[in-house]
């Protein structure tokens, strides 16, 4: 008879009578995963590198119904768990809201899995823990709430959304510890509770799970401006991911656009229009988990942030476990070698191909990025003038003779321009410029876009390529170049024939 740990006979307990005999008789089920129950379907049991199907009937709505009926209640994010334990069933509704789908998934104290990285969790700085889904991020909370709580004697409070971290029932489970822990009744208040454990609560250490919304990223940057240690996860693999994703970049410092001097952008081998982080990170340190046994820690973020925006890849600390259980550390180099003459050509060779690379300075990333996805373009957003393909900006940034668009000049980039940041503006200006907005609004971006071009050869006293037009929309672009007094030609083969504009002094 195989023995099995007492927290999963729990879980066991729930399931329905034929699933749970097959589950106690499978010679893994200490190694178990998760159990899948859905309407109509054969049970699954899920291992780490197998599934076991549960031979016999498909699931019913009655074995649904008895899941349900010895589970909690389920919250707003469909989540539910068995109280004292760590385990989480999570359901499937149909658009009745009637639950037609379960995953059992086992939960577990595992002790000792932060030895590799414990010196950063009792450095007491802020760190950010990130990994795909399963990888053991939640694990990982767990842990350090219980360290510092029972071996440091620290006050620590943990904001526990799903129960995930410290499980169902009122009674917090007693792998956090002498750690405290706090309910969110909503996962859209998480923020607030947040707030509310700093407030109330005289916390030296926060732990929070799963930051997502840009109101618990203003949560946890509060959190810290007040010096409470934080620990939390984030949606995200990878810092790179954090820094793209608008909506957390404020977590690794926010992101916004600036013109640099001559002197300065040569200093830097970099362009004049360029990203950087707006302010300090919230978080100190940032620890990827790569594999269940390997992690790569990024101890300066700001830096981190820092080397991804000027275009380079930075180096972590890798620290791996192997499989005697000795820990071997890589560190990451003192200093970043500078980039060499064909690493800075590179981007510029790979330029004109794939999706179209747009730089927008002045306009909301997120909002772009966003247009692009639901319309399904073929678009990019790159963080530099060197990267991209045009540049979108607003009217008010692109005066005549501003930093961006003499940086533009010099780039021979096109400068698209929107009246307004606002979102409406710009899918307008990507349906003008991918073709599937109406011929209204198409002829008055093409016109918008020759009045802008006309300016900028004003100004620098050279020649410039505008967007591929259609003959008739070309022959309107020429005759508002006449009326400015410059001269065009029409140059290319269609569908990417164009105009070129050239001062008055040229040809």
Do not use: W
Not at 5 to 23: C, G, N, S
Not at 50 to 64: H, L
Not at 189 to 198: F, G, K, S
Not at 429 to 438: A, C, H, M, P, R
């Amino acid at each position: 008879m195989i023995k099995i740990d007492d927290e999963l006979e729990k879980l066991l307990e729930v399931l329905p009578q034929r699933v749970k005999q097959a589950m106690v008789k499978h010679p893994d089920i200490n190694t178990l995963i998760e159990v899948v129950l859905d309407l109509g379907k054969i049970p699954e049991a899920r291992f780490d590198e197998k599934v076991f199907y549960i031979a016999g009937n498909q699931v019913s709505q009655e074995d649904i119904d008895y899941v349900v009926d010895q589970v909690g209640q389920f919250s707003g994010d469909n989540r539910a768990g068995i109280e004292r334990t760590l385990h989480r069933i999570s359901c499937m509704r149909n658009r009745q809201g009637k639950i037609v789908g379960l995953t059992c998934r086992v939960g577990r104290v595992i002790y000792g899995t932060i030895d590799i990285i414990r010196d950063v969790i009792e450095s007491g700085k802020n760190t950010l823990f990130l990994g795909p889904p399963g990888i053991g991020k939640t694990t990982k909370l767990r842990e350090a709430a219980r360290v510092l709580s029972d071996q440091f004697g620290k006050r620590v409070v943990v904001v526990d959304t799903s129960n995930e971290i410290a499980g169902d029932g009122d009674i917090p489970h007693s792998g956090i510890g002498k750690a405290r822990r706090m309910q969110v009744s909503a996962p859209e208040l998480q923020h607030r509770v947040m707030i509310e454990a700093v407030e109330n609560h005289m916390p030296e250490v926060v732990i929070v799970d799963e930051i997502g919304t840009e109101a618990e990223a203003g949560a946890c940057r509060t959190i810290a401006e007040r010096g409470v240690q934080l620990i939390g996860t984030a949606h995200g693999n990878t810092i790179k991911n954090v820094v793209s994703n608008p909506t957390l970049s404020d977590l690794v410092g926010g992101i916004q656009s600036v013109i640099l001097g001559d002197e300065e952008a040569k200093r830097r081998h970099t362009q004049k229009a360029i990203l950087e982080r707006k302010a300090p990170p919230t978080f100190d340190i940032a620890v990827e988990i790569q594999e269940r046994d390997k992690f790569a820690i990024y101890i300066d973020v700001a830096k981190a942030v820092d080397t991804l925006l000027r275009g380079r890849v930075p180096h972590p600390e890798i620290r791996v476990r192997t499989q005697d259980g000795k820990i071997e550390v890589k560190k990451a180099p003192e200093t970043m070698p500078e980039p060499t003459e064909e690493e800075l050509k590179r981007v510029q060779r790979e330029k004109g191909h794939g999706p179209v690379k747009i730089f927008p300075f002045g306009v909301n990333r997120g909002h772009l990025e966003r247009a692009m996805r639901s319309m399904q373009l073929p678009a990019v957003v790159v963080l530099s003038l060197d990267d991209c393909d045009l540049v979108l900006t607003t009217k008010s940034k692109s005066r005549p003779n501003t930093k961006i668009m003499r940086a533009a000049s010099e780039h021979h980039l096109p400068v698209h321009v929107i009246k307004k940041n606002v979102s409406s503006q710009i899918v307008r200006f990507l349906k003008y410029y991918f073709g599937s907005g109406s011929k209204e609004e198409a002829e008055e971006f093409a016109l918008r876009e020759v009045e802008e071009a006309i300016s900028q050869v004003i100004n620098t006293h050279k020649s410039i390529d505008i967007s591929a037009q259609n003959s008739y929309i070309r022959r309107l672009q020429h005759q508002k170049v006449g009326e400015a007094g410059l001269n065009s030609e029409s140059v290319g083969e269609e569908p990417q024939r164009r105009l070129r504009i050239y001062p008055s002094s040229a040809g």
